[in-house]
Structure formats: structure tokens, C-alpha cells
């Protein structure tokens, strides 16, 4: 519920997981009077011209858009100016916002930023939070300043993480659990008290590079299983193996849900070993990994349980075959 005094919000955002927060302000009787979400680009497979889905939502509910290619130039501070906003909601948004129109609404800007600051500040905090290992997460609302989330913090929700959890998963549930505290916030902006972000745990979430998704066969099982778990949605992990029936071109294979298992293996890292039937295991460094879900770089690419995958593409998870050379 919003404060009395609090009526004119904006809403910056951009992926998937900004527009399930904001379909759930909207659903606690939230709605912003200008929604800011990044350019059109293009997506899929296709490669079309499509917009963000906040922008779709927000066209949907008739609720004015606008997409700058940046925030500093003067045009764009006059749009935003004009709209005299309470308040200024931020949720993966991908544009760095100036101090120029940080200080624009009169209750300032607060950011929905997913991990337990000041860990993990920066472009990947889901999915370098699930690479690490860490045992626990969260949400951050946090009040904006000139620096990379570095404001002080409004409120703080945890989340208990294991090795089942995917970078997928995890999404939705902190987008739930961000919404939750984003609406408490919201409706507390005029009373609510900032506390300064802990100066230790500091880390930084780089951007994830094409470096990432490559796994290294050669590493233990709980670290390659990291690995798939967190990437596994726009930029799974992936790596290539040349079988018998490819006529020489390696293919590419997308893996995405895993589960890994201890144990020595003599086979070198990267061989599919033999397995129980309806099942694909693969020796990594120490340990193995059993293969739940992942995809093909051919024909459909669809995401494919085991048993699938052994149907359609036995040539290359014939035990014996070896990913990574």
C-alpha cells in the first residue's frame, strides 16, 4: 500500500526478472506513472528487433515508456524532470543512473539488488553467488547513491542456498522474496531508517564472459556442477566434442540441471562413462557429474532429459566419447 504522500513512482527496468517485480507492484496496487526500461534489441534465435518485457508489460498496461540509450544527456533529464516523481524504483535496469537524476524524485531512488550486500555488488550476483558456493543469499533494498551498490540499505531478506539450486531458480524465488520487501519499503519511504552497508564481505560480480561458460572438465565435480547450475539459462555452460556420426564438425552441447557425485574415475576428465541404462555420466577432475537436463547445438536445441538425449544423439553420448578436446 502506498504512502498517502507517496503517489507518483517511476519504474526502471529491463530482463525478465525486473518485469516479475513489476507485474507484482502492479499487483499490490503499485503502478508507476512512467516506466524506463533499456532499447530494444534483438533476441532469440531469429534475431528480431523485440522489446524488453518490461516494455511489453508496460505497453500492455497502457503505462508510458521511456528507453533512453543513456541517462546524462539533457533532453532525457527534462523528461524525467517533468514527471516531478515521488520516488524511483531500479530493478535491473542496465543503464547507470547519474547522481543528476538520483537526486530528482523527492523520496530518491532505492535499487532491488539480488545478493546480501556488500557482497556481490556488480552485473552477476545470482549467478556468481551459485559458482562460489555460497550457503546463503538473498535480497538488498538499498537506497542509491553515486557508487555501484554501494548505498545504504533499507532492508534485507536472507535465502538458505544448496547444490540443487539452479541461477534459473534462484531468479524467481528472489524476485519473489525482492518483491516482498520492495512493497515494505515502499510503503514505509517516509519513515524508514538506512543503515550503512557492512565494510566487510565486500566482493564484485564481474560480468559474466564467454570464459564462463566453457567448463573445464579437469576440475572437481561440485565445481563443474556450480558451474551448469548457475549459467543455465540465456548463457548455459557449455562444451564440444567431435562423435563418429558428426562428419568431422564438433558439436556443442548446452548443459543445464546436473548432479554430481564423488568417487574416483580412471577415465580422464571430460569421458562419457558407461552407465545405468537411461542415464549419461561424465568423469571430471575428481568425481563425475550425472547429466539431468541439457540441450544439443542441432536441429531443435531443446532441452532434453537423459533418456531423450540418448535417443537422439547416441553417437554422442556413447560411453567412451570425450567432451572438452
Known amino acids: 500500500m502506498l504512502s498517502d504522500k507517496t503517489q507518483r513512482i517511476g519504474f526502471a527496468g529491463t530482463p525478465t526478472f525486473a518485469d516479475r517485480v513489476f507485474q507484482g507492484l502492479l499487483g499490490h496496487g503499485i503502478r508507476p506513472v512512467v516506466v524506463l526500461t533499456s532499447p530494444d534489441a534483438r533476441r532469440g534465435r531469429g534475431r528480431k528487433l523485440g522489446p524488453t518485457p518490461v516494455r511489453k508489460r508496460a505497453h500492455a498496461e497502457h ?3 521511456l528507453q533512453p540509450t543513456a541517462l546524462s544527456n539533457a533532453r532525457v533529464h527534462g523528461q524525467i524532470a517533468a514527471l516531478e516523481l515521488d520516488l524511483l524504483v531500479v530493478v535491473a535496469y542496465g543503464l547507470i543512473v547519474p547522481p543528476s537524476i538520483l537526486e530528482l524524485p523527492k523520496q530518491g531512488c532505492i535499487n532491488l539488488h539480488p545478493s546480501l550486500l556488500p557482497r556481490w555488488r556488480g552485473a552477476a550476483p545470482i549467478e556468481r553467488a551459485i559458482m562460489s558456493g555460497d550457503t546463503e543469499t538473498g535480497v538488498c533494498i538499498m ?5 555501484l551498490d554501494t548505498g545504504p540499505i533499507l ?10 539450486m539452479t541461477g534459473d531458480g534462484l531468479r524467481a524465488t528472489l524476485a519473489c522474496l525482492g518483491l516482498k520487501a520492495l512493497v515494505d519499503v515502499i510503503g514505509q519511504i517516509e519513515t524508514i531508517k538506512a543503515s550503512p552497508q557492512a565494510s566487510d564481505c565486500e566482493l564484485y560480480a564481474d560480468k559474466l564472459t564467454d570464459s564462463d561458460q566453457d567448463i573445464d572438465w579437469s576440475r ?8 551448469i547450475h548457475a549459467l543455465n539459462s540465456a548463457a548455459p555452460a557449455v562444451s564440444s566434442m567431435r562423435p563418429d556420426d558428426s562428419d568431422g564438425e ?3 552441447v548446452r548443459f543445464l540441471r546436473v548432479e554430481h557425485m564423488l568417487g574416483e574415475t580412471e577415465a580422464p ?4 562413462l558407461k552407465a545405468p541404462t537411461g542415464q549419461i555420466e561424465i568423469a571430471c577432475g575428481v568425481g563425475k557429474i550425472s547429466v539431468l537436463e541439457a540441450s544439443v547445438l542441432r536441429g531443435s536445441g531443446r532441452r532434453l532429459p537423459p533418456r531423450q538425449l540418448l535417443n537422439g544423439f547416441a ?11
Open 63 to 65: 503505462i508510458p515508456v
Open 143 to 147: 537506497q542509491m547513491d553515486a557508487g
Open 155 to 164: 532492508a534485507t531478506k536472507r535465502l538458505h542456498l544448496d547444490d540443487t
Open 220 to 227: 572437481s565435480s561440485r565445481l563443474v556442477a556450480r558451474q
Open 250 to 252: 564438433p558439436l556443442r
Open 269 to 272: 576428465p571430460g569421458t562419457v
Open 315 to 325: 553417437g554422442i553420448f556413447r560411453a567412451g566419447n570425450r567432451f572438452g578436446v
